[in-house]
Nanobody, 122 residues
Framework: VQLQASGGGLVQPGGSLRLSCAAP?????????RAWYSQAPGRQRELVAR???????KYTDSVKGRFTIFGDDAKNGVNLQMNSLKPEDTAVYYC????????????????WGQGTLVTISS
């Protein structure tokens, strides 16, 4: 099962994008992790932002203050608002839903979106 990710594109430095990810309701309701990862060319996939249950979101240092992750219960999804974009944000972004019995434990369920390309360039 793949999640449906959308919202990528080409924007100039300083611009904004909102990435969206939708899941089947059954998957959305049985997972407690909502996350976005990025994979830049030649690099490994890295965590950008995640929410575990009702905890406060966590962000990688490079996006703090610029990106916001939030759930969308009405659409069974998770969004990533990206502001003040920089060329180094260029990457394919993947959404991720998972179930962890305790935060940080190996997920017993995990689902990925197909990836959406974000390119920041003037």
């Amino acid at each position: 099962v793949q999640l449906q990710a959308s919202g990528g594109g080409l924007v100039q430095p300083g611009g904004s994008l909102r990435l969206s990810c939708a899941a089947p309701e059954g998957i959305f309701r049985t997972t407690n992790v909502r996350a976005w990862y990025s994979q830049a060319p030649g690099r490994q996939r890295e965590l950008v932002a995640r929410i575990f249950g009702a905890e406060s979101p966590k962000y990688t240092d490079s996006v703090k203050g610029r990106f916001t992750i939030f759930g969308d219960d009405a659409k069974n999804g998770v969004n990533l608002q990206m502001n003040s974009l920089k060329p180094e944000d260029t990457a394919v972004y993947y959404c991720n839903l998972a179930y962890e019995h305790e935060e940080g434990w190996v997920p017993t369920q995990e689902y990925w979106g197909q990836g959406t390309l974000v390119t920041i360039s003037s």
